[in-house]
């Protein structure tokens, strides 16, 4: 198990080297000259973009500034952005608010959609199913944005039983609202996993035998079925918790949440390279030890499973 | 004055939301506008300052919005763009070409510390040296010694042209007269900076010190990405008095996040109402609680003179032809529910000096018949190569540009039967290389907003020689003649004079299409009153009281 777990670490080392050496190529490529960013609408003097390209580095070659890049990280200097603020303070100040928001989002769709699964499941073809089968329908063909900005305006503007937007403190009732929404299409997605595997196991040979062994109810539905219909749930979520990090600059715009997204969205645009590779690279990490969790827990899930 | 120039173009309604602003404190003295709370904070939305807040190495809104209030010039500008004197006692020149500037006495920044001749010059110097590299240190290249500093790689850091005087007083020497040079010294360039910012500016523009209205409610006041807070400096004494007990800038995403905490009640002033929004925010928001107020902004098409079909004598006709064929009162009434005015120059109708009926001006009127003519007419002169049509760049990630070039794409198909195509670019900084490299393959989408209330602000950077925002890469010696003697002029009516003499020439020529006329278009809660807008389209936060 240790050496296991072990191996996924080293096997991290290939993974950052390829994904940031990649990313920077990427960035490197967009068109355009990243001082036309920084001078605006009106210009600046060739005298001051030739100093500007100097002191970030896009008077090298590729490989050169990337080089630079890497040397930064492995002296914990990831490097300023165009506005001279410090990587690492903008990673620092950007990232609890999104992982504070990613992780209820990730409580909301994983405790609402595992509960009405499983009913839905065990009721399988009843009212409360269908019901549930076609709502569930609904909220993942509508785009998120939809969803927000509707959300917004009924909760926010109409009722005003919580404010339109987050302030700076990203407060646990402030990102309520968003975190539903950003949760809403996995939620469904969920709902549906939990509810077909639930389906598939309940029919299962020792399920039957659990409930011949005279093993109530509750304890047969808990233990035997729905830990058995977490499979699937668990890996979807596992591998949802990046998506919501850096998938939600949709919600962050509509509700102005100072996250993940947003920044990144902004580096994009500017072409600023160590910023979009630095938080990127971030993501890449919390993805794989997302994933790491979600290999281990199958362990714990199915006593069937074993790591060497 | 203002009112006749500007009710020639607004609906009777706004003019009526105009003429009881005008009154709540329009000529920005102290004592007008007092009715309502002075205790409340305003909280208004802003975006992020994409530079630390150093006056000479901001060049954007987001930043210069709070630098403007932070800072006070020599001189300001007041709600119409007349300058009036801020720390100047006196500006005074007999050639247009050496000033001698007196400040007041006792004047200081928000730390105590003295407002003196060398806080303005010692500033200068700053910004221009290229080993500061500042983002505006062009602002300086009229003075004497610019050019000096400023070349690449240069270690000069002052300019000869400055010179102390004593204590109050210094004097600045110009390469060339220049009249309407002291109109630029409430631009934030210019402002004055203290000795410590000079020597740590990255530091200084964390927490920035100044000797404006307002100051920084404490070190860390700049919550980057959420908010700015400032507070009343005790110590400004001046035409700009804060009316409130302070501002918070709110840092938006985007507008329609704002426009739904306007309408909540949870932001006290928008600026710019987002275009989805723009048709309905009369009746959100009710006609005592919105605004349209134009300012000093245009948006233009330029058409590169590199272009084969574009130059010459066919090239003239064809840009004539392309100005008559587009119906500009069609699109700032449908696309932007007269959010814009059509325009008749190519400076804005705020500023001093401006002449909606120049001679060459039916060039912008709409006139399809003429429009065909002057096309055939441009075809025997040499045919248009068919394999080049026409395209019309703008950048897609900023600002709403797609609606009206596809209006004006489509008008021009219509009317004169040509293909073009609008051509979007994913980020600014592209389309911006390729005209800065002068490598377009069509026209681009342009645009000016006025630095300071000047008509030569409107066409010496943009049409003159070699200037540095010259996309169309313009070059006419009889052009840049009349824009030295309107520089060179002792009046400021005769240099208007000459500069619109020298518009004549644009309107003939036309290197860009002057389309329209920017109108500021803003809101307020339940919660203010005295809200007025300036002449750059920014609110007069000062003025702001609570109900």
Redesign the interface.
């Known amino acids: 198990m240790a050496g296991y777990v072990l191996r996924r670490f080293l096997q991290l080392i290939p993974v950052f080297l390829g994904a940031t050496l990649l990313l920077y190529f990427l960035v490197f490529s ?5 001082t ?13 973009e ?3 390209r100097a ?1 970030y580095n896009l008077d090298q070659p590729f490989w050169m500034q990337y080089l630079l890049y890497l040397k930064g990280v492995l002296t914990f200097d990831l490097g300023t952005n ?4 410090e990587i690492a303070t ?1 990673i620092a ?2 990232f609890p608010t999104t992982a504070k928001l990613a992780v209820m989002a990730l409580v909301f769709e994983a405790v609402f959609g595992i509960v009405f699964g499983l009913f839905a499941g065990l009721r399988k073809g009843k009212i409360f199913d269908s019901t549930v089968l076609v709502v569930s329908l609904v909220v993942i063909s509508v785009p998120i944005f939809v969803l927000g900005f509707l959300m ?2 009924v909760f ?2 109409k009722l ?1 039983w919580t ?3 987050v ?2 403190d990203a407060s646990f009732t402030e990102l309520l609202l968003p975190a539903i929404v950003l949760g809403l299409v996995s939620f469904a997605y969920v709902l549906r996993l939990t509810r077909t595997s639930v389906i598939e196991n309940a029919n299962a040979d020792y399920v039957r035998t659990a409930t011949a062994k005279g093993l109530s109810r509750p304890r047969v539905v808990t233990v035997h079925i729905l830990r058995n219909s977490m499979i699937p749930v668990a890996t979807f979520l596992g591998a949802d918790l990046g998506a919501l990090m850096g998938g939600a600059i949709v919600t ?5 949440v ?1 996250g993940v997204g ?2 990144l969205y902004r580096a994009v ?3 600023e390279a160590p910023v979009v590779v630095s938080i990127v690279t971030v993501l890449i990490l919390i993805f794989c030890l997302a994933n790491l969790l979600v290999d281990l827990l199958y362990a714990w899930l199915d006593p069937r499973i074993r790591y060497a | 004055m203002r009112f006749t120039r500007t009710s020639k173009m607004l609906s009777v309604a706004a003019v009526a939301v105009l003429a009881l602003s005008a009154c709540g404190g329009g000529d920005g003295s102290s004592e007008s506008g007092a009715e309502g709370d002075t205790n409340r904070v305003i909280i208004a939305d802003g975006s992020e ?4 807040l150093i006056p000479t190495n901001t ?2 809104v987001g930043g210069g919005a709070v630098l403007d209030l932070l800072f006070a010039g020599l001189i300001s500008y007041d709600a119409d763009g007349k300058p009036q004197n801020e720390m100047a006692e006196s500006i005074e020149t007999e050639d247009a070409k050496t000033y001698t500037i007196k400040l007041k006495e006792g004047k200081t920044f928000s730390n105590g510390a003295p407002v003196n001749a060398a806080s303005f010059v010692d500033a200068w110097n700053f910004g221009a040296a ?2 500061n ?6 602002f300086f290249e009229s003075i004497e010694g610019y050019d000096e500093a ?5 270690e000069v850091d002052t300019m000869s042209g400055l010179k102390v005087i004593d204590d109050t007083t210094f004097e600045v020497t110009l390469k060339q007269p220049e009249s309407d040079w002291p109109l630029r010294l409430g631009y934030s360039a210019f402002y004055p900076m203290i000795p410590e910012a000079l020597a740590d500016p ?1 530091t200084y ?1 964390e927490n920035p010190v100044g000797n404006g209205p307002y100051k920084f409610d404490g070190e860390g006041a700049w ?5 700015i807070s400032l507070v009343p400096n005790e110590s400004y004494e001046g035409p700009q008095k804060a009316q409130n007990a302070g501002i918070t800038f709110k ?4 507008d ?3 426009y ?2 306007l ?2 009640n ?1 932001l006290d002033v928008l600026k710019t109402i987002p275009t989805s929004d723009v048709k309905n925010f009369k009746n959100d928001l009710g006609e005592d609680r919105s605004i349209e107020s134009p300012y000093a902004g245009n948006q233009t098409i330029a058409i590169p003179y590199y272009l084969e079909n574009w130059s010459g004598e066919a090239g003239k006709l064809r840009r004539q032809a392309l100005s008559m064929a587009i119906d500009r009162e069609e699109i700032t009434s449908v696309i932007f529910s007269n959010g814009r005015t059509p325009a008749e120059d190519f400076t804005a109708p705020v500023l001093d000096g401006y002449d909606a009926d120049l001679p060459g001006s039916e060039n912008l009127e709409f006139n399809p018949e003429k429009a065909k003519e002057l096309w055939a007419e441009a075809e025997e002169i040499s045919p248009y190569d068919e394999s080049k049509p026409l395209t019309i760049a703008y950048n897609a ?2 600002g709403d540009h797609k609606t009206w070039v596809e209006a004006v794409v489509n008008g021009l198909k219509n009317n004169l039967g040509i293909e073009v195509t609008g051509k979007p ?9 390729e005209a ?1 490299d002068g490598v377009l393959t069509g026209s681009i989408r342009s645009g000016w ?1 006025a ?1 300071y209330p000047s008509l030569y602000n409107f066409l010496g ?1 943009i049409y003159a020689t070699g200037a ?2 010259n996309d169309a890469r313009y070059e006419n010696p009889e052009f840049d003649a009349l824009l030295s003697e309107g520089l060179a002029a002792t009046t400021v009516e005769e240099g208007n004079e000459k500069m619109n003499e020298a518009q004549e020439m644009l309107l003939e020529d036309l290197p860009a299409i002057p389309l329209w006329y920017q109108v500021a278009q803003g809101g307020w809660s339940t919660n203010v009153t005295n809200v007025e807008f300036g002449w750059n389209g920014v609110p007069l936060y000062y003025a702001i009281t609570g109900k």
């Open positions: 967009l068109p355009g000259d990243a036309a960013a920084i001078c605006g609408e009106k210009g600046c003097t060739p005298a001051v030739a100093s500007l002191q165009f506005a001279g603020r903008i100040e950007v917004q305006f926010g503007v005003a404010n339109p937007t302030s700076g962050e715009g509509i509700f102005n100072n947003n920044t645009l500017n072409g | 300052p994409q530079n630390p060049n954007e290229a080993k590299a500042q983002l505006s240190s062009y400023s070349a690449e790689g240069s990255k523009g919550e980057h990405n959420q908010e840092i938006y995403q985007n329609t996040t704002a739904q905490d309408i909540s949870n990630d900023k670019y994913a980020t600014f900084k592209e389309v911006r290389t800065t907003q630095d950077p540095s925002s």
